[in-house]
């Protein structure tokens, strides 16, 4: 299935919409993509939509674990947002959201970085 990776800014946020499979074949072109974008210094926040991400596996855990940190670094906060169960639960039981807040929505996930949208 492959994945696709869409971003787009909302004035500081960096909004990263994934769609498709997050697995150990994709998971270098979006830390890769995310990077330069993060590396550009626009943005401070990191909002990742997973509305349409169908399936993720442990390499796409350590992708979203390494943009946090580097979020963090940042002084920046990074949200989840529109996950689907499946990959709900993988995130559920890695622990992830103990660290990482999760909204129903992106603009609601945006507003929480202190934007209002």
Request: with cysteine; net charge neutral; aromatic share 4%.
């Amino acid at each position: 299935m492959g994945l696709s990776l869409r971003m787009k800014r909302n004035q500081n946020v960096l909004v990263v919409r994934l769609a498709g499979e997050l697995d150990h074949h994709t998971a270098e072109k979006v830390r890769t993509s995310i990077e330069a974008e993060l590396d550009k210094g626009v943005s401070t926040h990191l909002v990742l939509n997973l509305a349409d991400l169908e399936f993720m596996d442990s390499s796409g855990l350590g992708v979203i674990l390494g943009r946090y940190k580097k979020v963090s670094q940042l002084g920046g906060k990074m949200i989840l947002c529109s996950i689907k169960p499946s990959v709900y639960r993988l995130m559920e039981m890695s622990g992830l959201f103990k660290i990482l807040p999760t909204y129903d929505d992106e603009e609601r996930a945006i507003i929480a970085c202190g934007v209002a949208s």
